[in-house]
T-cell receptor, first 108, second 112 residues
Framework: QKEVEQDPGPLSVPEGAIVSLNCTYS??????FMWYRQYSRKGPELLMY????GNKEDGRFTAQVDKSSKYISLFIRDSQPSDSATYLC????????FGKGTRLHILP | NAGVTQTPKFQVLKTGQSMTLQCAQD?????MSWYRQDPGMGLRLIHY???????DQGEVPNGYNVSRSTTEDFPLRLLSAAPSQTSVYFC???????????FGQGTRLTVV
């Protein structure tokens, strides 16, 4: 079992919908959880990070961590075509391990 | 601010050739890492370093060497390039555990 599991998609949703992206993990040592967004032919860029279980909100984005279930989520409200990208979850102990990424398409 | 700089941006190698991918950061970060990204495989960790003089293997280290003689630089060496090493390579740096990582723009490597 890989340390971090993420459904690669693709996930297509209409503009304005709420998007839910998820990852599961197996290593209970992970303390720091991140979501990166990657546009085609670009490097990943950090969207959100959180230390602990619970929710963290930033504009249209909400990151959720449930350590007891080893499950993290990213919610995007009022999705826009510009949100179309690959979203990677990542987790850190002394190194950062990434999920495979989920390709998201927002349909105008 | 330069951030994380990778060179070259593109490279074509013949099988058996060696080369070094350069990575430099100007943020005085202790942690640096190399990843490769292949379709459907996500970002896979090749090697990482938690400080100058310290390196360790990641998930897919075979065929690659690294060294960390300075805080700023973390070069990745391909010893004898193989077509299986055709990929996009990303270098990342972070200030330490539990801090965000910043990525370079990637090096697209093709081995023929």
């Amino acid at each position: 079992q890989k340390e971090v599991e993420q459904d690669p998609g693709p996930l297509s949703v209409p503009e304005g919908a709420i998007v839910s992206l998820n990852c599961t993990y197996s290593n209970s040592a992970f303390q720091y959880f991140m979501w990166y967004r990657q546009y085609s032919r670009k490097g990943p860029e950090l969207l959100m990070y959180t230390y602990s279980s619970g929710n963290k909100e930033d504009g249209r984005f909400t990151a959720q961590v449930d350590k007891s279930s080893k499950y993290i989520s990213l919610f995007i409200r009022d999705s826009q075509p510009s949100d179309s990208a690959t979203y990677l979850c990542a987790m850190m102990d002394d190194k950062i391990i990434f999920g495979k990424g989920t390709r998201l398409h927002i349909l105008p | 601010n330069a951030g994380v700089t990778q060179t070259p941006k593109f490279q074509v190698l013949k099988t058996g050739q060696s080369m070094t991918l350069q990575c430099a950061q100007d943020m005085n970060h202790e942690y640096m890492s190399w990843y490769r990204q292949d379709p459907g495989m996500g970002l896979r960790l090749i090697h990482y370093s938690v400080g100058a003089g310290i390196t360790d293997q990641g998930e897919v280290p075979n065929g690659y060497n690294v060294s960390r003689s300075t805080t700023e630089d973390f070069p990745l060496r391909l010893l004898s390039a193989a077509p299986s090493q055709t990929s996009v390579y990303f270098c990342a740096s972070s200030g330490g555990m539990n801090t965000e990582a910043f990525f370079g723009q990637g090096t697209r490597l093709t081995v023929v």
